[in-house]
Nanobody, 126 residues
């Protein structure tokens, strides 16, 4: 059973940066595609970014493209989300997720992911 633990959230001003980390344990990390999702109060969970098991392919939501970067270190069993030029609308709980499937048509679907972390809060003040 894969366990995922996010960290790195916090309060930041508009235009600032944060780096989220998600540490995995209990499985073969390099065999999983990893995704980041977020959920704001009163809204559904939405896709942010995903990275293939090797790190060779990435995919982003249009709302974060050019500002966020997903990466992974398979030797450390960790996936990262570098968030720059943050906006108030980026405020949400951010979750990482692990799944065994990949494809640009499916990576944004929460149903593709088998394992989820508990989330970390990101708050961007205006």
């Amino acid at each position: 059973q894969v366990q995922l633990v996010e960290s790195g959230g916090g309060l930041v001003q508009t235009g600032g940066s944060l780096r989220l980390s998600c540490a995995a344990s209990g499985g073969t990390f390099s065999s999983y595609a990893m995704g980041w999702f977020r959920q704001a109060p009163g809204k559904e969970r939405e896709f942010v970014a995903a990275i293939k098991w090797s790190g060779s392919r990435t995919y982003y939501a249009d709302s974060v493209k050019g500002r966020f970067t997903i990466s992974r270190d398979n030797a450390k069993n960790t996936v990262y989300l570098q968030m720059n030029s943050l906006k108030p609308e980026d405020t949400a709980v951010y979750y990482c997720a692990a799944g065994s499937q990949w494809g640009v048509r499916i990576v944004a679907d929460t149903a593709v992911y088998d394992h989820w972390g508990q989330g970390t809060q990101v708050t961007v003040s205006s």
